[in-house]
């Protein structure tokens, strides 16, 4: 197996025409705390995708056991790396948009919102990685994940960072609760702007 990528909590492995999800042993945690902890979180994920599988595209689960999940390797374009080059960008973040807006109906937080977790096949755009994720119904925690996509934007694709977020604020509109959480998205950029300047 190929390591694609080893992060704090986890290393991502290449299979074959699989992704391998290692939840990492975390030596400064009590054996049993930490067991119990990769557990949970590899759990939650399972849920996560297995509930987002029936709503916007994402990888398939090949198999999984407590610490570890196996996944259908999806070849595309990473967006972090193809968006600007793109025609179609805005088309594509519109997409983008819809499919925030739809695991926001059924109250799935990806928590991890970023170009480098979104892979575009055959014009889909697919969401991977929700390890950070969660579920939540509150405008709070909705409008959170916009600005996370807002700021990967803003930070790696700035030339066409406005109209990229435009597009996926159009997109998002479809959502029920669009009204509530972009007026709770404007209190969180209020926010942020107050702790840049203190």
Do not use: C
Request: aromatic fraction near 8%; proline fraction near 2%; charged fraction near 30%.
């Amino acid at each position: 197996m190929k390591t694609l990528f080893q992060g704090a909590e986890a290393t991502i492995l290449k299979k074959s025409n699989h992704i391998v999800k290692n939840r990492l042993k975390k030596s400064y945690r009590l054996p049993i705390l930490d067991e119990k902890l990769r557990r949970q979180r590899t759990k939650r994920e399972i849920k996560l995708l297995q509930k987002a599988s029936l709503i916007i595209p994402v990888p398939k689960i090949i198999r999984s056991d407590e610490y570890q999940i196996e996944l259908e390797l999806i070849k595309g374009k990473k967006l972090s790396e193809n968006l600007n080059k793109l025609s179609s960008k805005n088309k594509i973040s519109e997409q983008i948009g819809q499919n925030i807006a739809k695991l926001h109906d059924n109250n799935i937080i990806h928590g991890d919102l970023t170009t480098s977790n979104i892979i575009l096949k055959n014009n889909k755009a697919y969401f991977i990685d929700f390890g950070l994720g969660f579920e939540s119904s509150k405008a709070e925690d909705k409008a959170v994940d916009l600005h996370l996509i807002k700021q990967a934007l803003e930070a790696k694709h700035f030339k066409y960072f406005e109209s990229l977020f435009s597009s996926i604020l159009k997109g998002y509109k479809i959502s029920k609760n669009a009204s509530a959480v972009l007026q709770r998205l404007k209190k969180v950029e209020r926010r942020g702007r107050y702790k840049k300047q203190y």
